[in-house]
């Protein structure tokens, strides 16, 4: 079992900035391919960040791409996210989720999920 905690998320600016954290418990964090999706209201859930067991790989979705960051500290056993430029179209729920291959993060098919942390951002 993989327990999976986010935090950072609130409510911000557009333009503005926030970092969003995802601590993990239980089996080896290093083991696993993180992922970031985030699901808005009335909207299906969406990939947004993907990154490989030593975070040597990182896939991002283009909605995204040149905006957030995704990057691990496996000695910390933390996954994060730096949102930057942040539009109005950002407002979600955002997850993280754990899966044995960075492919089945980027299809959606996670072993784990956290329970989410909400980003709104105003305009």
């Known amino acids: 079992q993989v327990q999976l905690v986010e935090s950072g998320g609130g409510l911000v600016q557009a333009g503005g900035s926030l970092r969003l954290s995802c601590a993990a418990s239980?089996?080896?964090?290093?083991?696993?391919?993180m992922g970031w999706f985030r699901q808005a209201p009335g909207k299906e859930r969406e990939f947004v960040a993907a990154i490989s067991w030593t975070g040597g790989g990182t896939h991002y979705s283009d909605s995204v791409k040149g905006r957030f960051t995704i990057s691990r500290d496996n000695a910390k056993n933390t996954l994060y996210l730096q949102m930057n430029s942040l539009k109005p179209e950002d407002t979600a729920v955002y997850y993280c989720?754990?899966?044995?291959?960075?492919?089945?993060?980027?299809?959606?098919?996670?072993?784990?999920w956290g329970q989410g942390t909400q980003v709104t951002v105003s305009s």
């Open positions: 989720a754990a899966a044995t291959l960075p492919s089945k993060v980027v299809a959606g098919n996670c072993d784990y």
């Open positions: 239980g089996r080896t964090f290093s083991s696993y391919a």
